[in-house]
Each structure stands twice: as structure tokens, then as C-alpha cells.
């Protein structure tokens, strides 16, 4: 009902795209200039809103790459309550850097991890800041021209390819189509692991690369759930019923994984980077505890793990368990396109002196 009510929308979405087509063209001819640093910079981005597994590519690409470069993160820290430019510290909360760079500071807190609305600012100050960066990883930054990146990596939902979708908002495309064409690397996100080769093939003929790109297919490999608070791991069963909080672009997948995994679950919904409050905390308690069952947890997802953080106090006793997701490779192509992204960085000299 809501994806027929969005046709109507098309109108918009002409105008819209008309509004995306002529600052592109003013990109390509020159009239606006985009950055470029003497510097290797990793662009992860898609074309559309919401979720194409983003966050967990950025988390691959540093996990790659982190053994053998002095890594930097930066973000727009989307709907943090602060702005301007900043580094992660210890004192810093998700409040203060957002959601996603918050969550890469946990992950990886050896490495720089950055925010700032103007990357074209930004990434002089990483440089100035922390001299020792040998690689920027840029986190949702395809349709942000003010820079460019030496290499793009375009994220694809296999659900809802680019080449399948419409213009905002009659559709989920924030830039055209054939902005595609300035990837290095087109990644199709969210395949069922059972991908076939045909469907594959199918795919890459519809995306229809170009000679100098590479396409490749991820799936979702979720990995043991851990306790908000204390860290504990806690093996999901058949028998377990789950209250789901979710509060991301796109929660399809870790709802069809739960339909396979435990006895019964009720998800409640919030929008994507969405601040909870306490009185929503109340709520979440009392869903839980009118569940009967003597095998019960509530599942979050990593995202909003680092927004509920706040709550360390009220929830070390609460079974709140956060469930944490990562890309797997499909066709054994992992080296493959951990070798492009390590080439590419070691055709900076400097890099690859010190390398």
C-alpha cells in the first residue's frame, strides 16, 4: 500500500532529480570542484536511503586494513547533538559523535575515528591532528562531492538494486543512477547465501559494469549476541521468544533471521538513529515482562546498542542482549577485493615506503 501511495510522489522525484542532474553536470564540467588528495582516501557510500550494510563495510574495511596501515575513520555523525569537526576520545558518548562513529570507536579504539559535516575540512584536520594517517575511510560519502575519493565503493541491497529503483521519494535513490559510474567497486549487499552462480551473472549483466569495475556479492553473517552492559555471550535457541528493538533503516534481514532462529518475537520499531528516552525504557520493560515465558531476552542491534548505553545502570540486571552483524564474501572473493583495496593505498609512495 505505501510502495503504490509513493507513485504518486513521482512528480517530486522528477524534480529532484532534475535539481541531483544539474549539480552533477556542474560537477563534471568543472563549474563545481571537488578535492582531491595527494593522500589515499576510501569512499563507502550508496545511491539510495537507508540501509545497504554501510556501517559494517566501513568495520570490514578497517578490520582489513588495520594491521598494516594507521587507519582513520570519518563520518557526518548523523543526528549527534553536536557539530563541527572532532575525534573520538574516552570521555565521548554517541550523543556526541553519533551512533555509527561511536560504534567504530568501540570496536576499534586504536584507530582515529573522526566527524565532521564538510569532509573537504575535515580530512586537512585528521592529517594535522594525527600526522602518523596513512588511510581516510569515508563513511557514507558516494553523493558527497566536495571530495573525491581516489577509490568508491558503491553498496547495493540485493532487494532493491539501483538499477530497480526510482527517485526520491517516489523511490529511495538520492542520486542518479548512472552516478554508478564513478565506483571502483560495486558491492551487491544482503544476498541469500545460497546466491547461485546464474543469479550472479544475472546481476552483474543487469548492473552492466563498466571494463574498470569489479562487482562483487556480500551476505549477512550474524555472530554470537552479547549483553549490553557486561559483555556476556548468550546462544540464541529455538526455544527463546525475543523482544526485537530496532531502530535502523532496514530491519528486514534480522527479522528473517529470527524467524529462523527462536520460538517467537515482537519487534517495536523506531526510526533509524532514533535517541531513546526514558520513558520509552519503561516501555521496552513492560513488553518484555508481559511475555510469558521462562526463556526470554530482548535483542538489539549494534547501532542502537551505543544509543542505550546511557542506560548502563538500569539495564546490568536486564537481559538486553545486542546482536552483532558483519559482511561475509560470497564466491571466495574476499582476498580479491582485499588485494584491490591494499593496492590501491601502496600506489601512494609515501604509503608504500613506509608499508
Do not use: W
Amino acid at each position: 500500500m505505501l510502495k503504490s501511495f509513493r507513485y504518486f510522489l513521482f512528480p517530486f522525484s522528477i524534480i529532484y532529480g532534475a535539481v541531483i542532474f544539474i549539480r552533477n553536470k556542474f560537477f563534471d564540467k568543472g563549474i563545481l570542484r571537488s578535492a582531491v588528495f595527494n593522500f589515499p582516501v576510501i569512499c563507502v557510500g550508496n545511491l539510495a536511503v537507508g540501509g545497504t550494510g554501510k556501517t559494517p563495510m566501513t568495520e570490514y574495511i578497517v578490520q582489513q586494513l588495520k594491521p598494516l596501515y594507521k587507519i582513520a575513520t570519518l563520518s557526518r555523525g548523523y543526528k549527534r547533538r553536536t557539530k563541527g569537526f572532532a575525534i573520538a576520545n574516552e570521555h565521548t558518548t554517541a550523543i556526541d559523535i553519533g551512533d555509527e562513529p561511536m560504534q567504530f570507536f568501540q570496536k576499534f579504539p586504536d584507530i582515529t575515528v573522526a566527524v565532521g559535516e564538510e569532509r573537504i575540512f575535515a580530512i586537512p584536520q585528521i592529517l594535522h591532528q594525527k600526522p602518523e594517517t596513512e588511510v581516510i575511510v569515508l563513511d557514507d560519502a558516494f553523493q558527497h562531492r566536495s571530495v573525491s575519493a581516489g577509490f568508491n565503493i558503491l553498496l547495493t541491497d540485493y532487494s532493491n538494486l539501483y538499477t530497480r529503483d526510482l527517485m526520491f521519494p517516489a523511490g529511495d535513490l538520492r542520486d542518479l543512477r548512472k552516478s554508478a559510474a564513478r565506483a571502483d567497486v560495486i558491492i551487491v549487499t544482503k544476498c541469500e547465501s545460497t546466491l547461485s552462480l546464474k543469479e550472479k551473472n544475472k546481476i552483474i549483466f543487469e548492473l552492466n559494469p563498466l571494463p574498470n569495475q569489479r562487482v562483487f556479492f556480500t551476505t549477512i553473517d550474524y555472530s554470537t549476541p552479547y549483553h549490553l552492559v557486561n559483555k556476556k555471550s548468550i546462544k540464541i535457541e529455538n526455544a527463546h521468544d525475543v523482544v526485537l528493538l530496532c531502530g535502523i533503516a532496514n530491519p528486514l534481514p534480522i527479522k528473517k533471521y529470527l524467524n529462523e532462529q527462536v520460538r517467537y518475537y515482537e519487534m517495536m520499531k523506531y526510526p533509524d538513529h532514533h535517541i531513546f528516552s526514558s520513558d520509552e525504557l519503561v516501555d521496552i520493560k513492560n513488553k518484555f515482562e508481559k511475555i510469558i515465558s521462562n526463556k526470554k531476552i530482548v535483542l538489539t542491534t549494534e547501532k542502537d546498542a551505543v544509543r542505550l548505553e546511557k542506560f548502563e545502570k538500569e539495564l546490568s540486571d536486564f537481559p538486553i542482549f545486542v546482536l552483532p552483524i558483519k559482511h561475509h564474501f560470497l564466491f571466495e572473493e574476499s582476498t580479491l577485493f582485499n588485494d584491490l583495496l591494499i593496492k590501491y593505498i601502496n600506489s601512494y609512495p609515501k604509503v608504500n615506503n613506509h608499508a
